[in-house]
């Protein structure tokens, strides 16, 4: 589908309802009761204050103002149910409506949490459809919950929709898309994503992350997809503590080959900043500038090979006194501004970055995953 780049602003989707979502009385994941003490001055990992934050900087930096900054409406009926089974939905809707509960796995939710997800799902549709439409350059959807590791027909891992699948089929819906790459660079797999679409050529599902992180077990780079699906998905499992190197080597060595093989129509990013350096979560060493990076890259993917549409969802992310240095730096190059935001942890995470023996190592992993590949 031809398009010429557009020279406008990039998008910022945002709704302060999606902060809204409550995911009840825990301590970090567990459910707060037997020997779980009651948090005094945190609760649940999946807080609205990671995403507050992160907004927050951005506007005191001004970068704010230089976004063209929306909201949209809910994902509807018929966009949910492209993905989701009916029954879930009639029950996860239920349960929301009697207060909340929990369906699924590691996925708790409180009153009002149906509609709040719709709206979450929304953000991302909306930022996908502007894009295609040449309405801005590139967008961000800050949405919440997340959704990379819901399944079709229940929650897990925090996710209550599968938001950018929930997109792409919108997008195949209504822009007649053959080939949608999806490249998931938070820490833990993005199993939902893959599962949805495992078994299908017209997207491209990549996953970054740590390996045997979260979902246990799962994102082996043995998983290759099936049926006409096979090959239609990569999963590169980085060795824990790998830091920005190992992400840099992955990128150039398997993500930029695989998708400039793959010659997308609209690159999507499942944008978790949870692999940095004190994510509470997950155990890599990730800075501000490490996502900087990754920002670039699929930024200059996202121009060669489809006019540079480029939409980046917000997935996860634990550390609320880092995320926002992560996330405002990939506004900034994703939207070719420079606001002087200074990170005062950047100089103490490059030191703490793994050894020369260490990076050999992943390194001689990448090449076999690679090979595997056919790269």
């Given at each position: 589908?031809?398009?010429k ?8 989707f945002?709704?302060e309802k999606?902060?809204w979502?409550s995911t009840?009385l ?19 990992a999946?807080?609205p204050?990671t995403?507050?934050?992160f907004?927050a900087?951005m ?7 230089r976004?063209d900054?929306?909201t ?12 989701h089974?009916?029954?879930?939905l ?8 009697a207060g909340?509960g ?13 509609e709040?997800?719709a709206?979450s ?8 459809d502007?894009v ?6 590139n967008a961000?959807a800050?949405?919440?919950?997340p959704g ?5 027909d229940?929650?897990?891992g925090?996710?209550?929709l599968?938001n950018?699948?929930?997109?792409v089929?919108?997008a ?19 199993n939902?994503t893959?599962?949805i ?12 992350h740590q390996e045997?992180?979260y979902?246990p077990?799962?994102?082996?780079a ?15 499992p ?6 920005h190197?190992?992400?840099r080597?992955?990128?150039?060595r398997i993500v930029?080959p695989?998708?400039d093989?793959y ?8 944008s978790?900043f949870d692999?940095n ?6 155990r ?16 200059e ?11 980046l969802?917000h ?5 609320e006194?880092?995320v926002?240095f992560c996330g405002?730096?990939?506004?900034e190059a994703?939207?070719?501004e ?9 100089d ?5 970055q793994?050894?020369a023996?260490?990076e050999a190592f992943q390194?001689?992993?990448l090449d ?8």
């Amino acid at each position: 589908m031809a398009a010429k780049p557009s020279t406008a602003k990039t998008a910022f989707f945002h709704d302060e309802k999606c902060l809204w979502h409550s995911t009840g009385l825990h301590a970090l994941v567990m459910p707060v009761g037997g020997w779980v003490q009651p948090p005094a001055g945190g609760g649940h990992a999946e807080s609205p204050e990671t995403k507050r934050r992160f907004k927050a900087l951005m506007d005191v930096s001004g970068l704010s103002n230089r976004l063209d900054q929306r909201t949209a409406p809910p994902a509807g009926e018929e966009d949910l149910r492209r993905v989701h089974d009916a029954g879930y939905l009639r029950q996860l809707k239920a349960l929301s409506d009697a207060g909340g509960g929990e369906l699924g796995e590691q996925s708790p939710f409180g009153p009002g949490s149906y509609e709040i997800a719709a709206l979450s799902a929304g953000l991302a549709i909306a930022a996908v459809d502007g894009v295609i439409r040449g309405e801005f350059a590139n967008a961000y959807a800050l949405s919440r919950p997340p959704g990379h590791h819901c399944l079709r027909d229940h929650s897990k891992g925090f996710c209550l929709l599968a938001n950018i699948a929930i997109a792409v089929e919108a997008a195949i819906a209504r822009h007649r898309l053959s080939r949608i790459a999806v490249l998931d660079w938070d820490v833990h797999h993005g199993n939902g994503t893959q599962a949805i679409f495992y078994d299908r050529p017209d997207v491209l599902t990549i996953s970054l992350h740590q390996e045997g992180c979260y979902p246990p077990g799962g994102g082996q780079a043995g998983e290759r997809g099936l049926g006409r699906g096979e090959g239609y998905n990569v999963n590169i499992p980085l060795l824990p503590g790998g830091g920005h190197a190992s992400y840099r080597e992955a990128m150039r060595r398997i993500v930029v080959p695989v998708i400039d093989r793959y010659r997308p129509e609209l690159l999507i990013i499942a944008s978790g900043f949870d692999a940095n350096a004190v994510d509470p979560l997950a155990r890599m060493q990730l800075y501000s500038e490490s996502y900087r990076a990754l920002a670039l890259t699929v930024m200059e993917l996202a121009r060669r090979h489809c006019a540079g549409r480029l939409v980046l969802v917000h997935e996860g992310g634990y550390s609320e006194a880092y995320v926002p240095f992560c996330g405002h730096a990939v506004v900034e190059a994703i939207s070719g501004e420079a606001m002087g935001v200074e990170d005062p942890f950047l100089d103490l995470f490059k030191l703490q970055q793994p050894s020369a023996r260490f990076e050999a190592f992943q390194d001689q992993l990448l090449d076999e995953q690679a090979k595997a590949l056919g790269l």
